[in-house]
């Protein structure tokens, strides 16, 4: 096999028994100008996107205790997409390896967000069926660490753990009112009050109305929390 085989192996820290596994994953379907003798990574993308599926729900269900299945599916939709799987593609380095066509290459595709993510998704449907589950869930334990990690720091939003708090309580929707806005226009400071039917409100400051509304949910929750203990 070529060093692109050899350099993605090292990366990724996978080394195949099968590497016409590998190759057909990494073949774009423009590979050959249609006169292609090897098949495109379309199929493998299919499996590879179910494989991520599973990986992914897996990961959350053990991530969010508690986690209602709306707000599951949310987190997942936010890894399971063209969007997380292209950049996971581009940490890896993944568009050095693939095989394209001429033309799609002139065209940037190496570097394409579809590419790089239906590419991404036949990887890891490569890695599943010549390792199986376990080296699958290894390879994207690593890879979307990143994308964890941000998903992790997204969730410090309290209005959406708010939001799905009140709609396991069967309460209305919480409701954002800006009670004031102070200072000059450079450095603005915002009060926000939160409701929710039958509850105390909760108020919230910060240097945006999104900042304020955050530490308002923030302050219901931590209060509904405390009347719960």
């Not at 057909?24 to 098949?39: E, N, P, Q, V, Y």
């Not at 890879?143 to 708010?162: F, H, M, N, V, Y």
Request: proline share 3%.
């Amino acid at each position: 096999m070529t060093n692109r085989i050899s350099r993605l192996q090292e990366t990724i820290g996978y080394r195949f028994s099968d590497e016409g596994l590998l190759e057909i994953a990494l073949t774009h379907s423009s590979h050959g100008d249609g006169r292609r003798k090897t098949d495109s990574n379309e199929r493998m993308e299919f499996l590879g996107d179910r494989v991520l599926g599973l990986l992914v729900a897996e990961r959350l269900f053990s991530m969010f205790e508690g986690l209602s299945e709306g707000g599951l599916a949310h987190r997942l939709n936010a890894l399971v997409n063209k969007g997380a799987c292209a950049r996971v593609a581009r940490a890896i380095r993944l568009g050095d390896a693939l095989l394209l066509s001429p033309g799609e290459e002139r065209l940037g595709g190496r570097d394409k967000e579809s590419i790089l993510g239906d590419a991404c998704e036949a990887l890891i449907g490569a890695i599943y069926l010549d390792g199986g589950l376990e080296a699958a869930r290894v390879f994207f334990n690593q890879a979307w660490e990143g994308e964890l990690d941000q998903l992790t720091r997204r969730a410090k939003d309290a209005k959406s753990p708010l939001q799905e708090w009140a709609a396991r309580k069967r309460l209305t929707a919480p409701v954002y009112e800006t009670l004031s806005r102070k200072g000059p226009d450079h450095r603005p400071h915002f009060t926000v009050e939160v409701r929710i039917d039958g509850l105390s409100p909760a108020v919230g400051e910060g240097n945006t109305k999104q900042a304020a509304q955050r530490a308002a949910a923030d302050a219901m929750l931590k209060q509904e929390h405390a009347h719960e203990q």
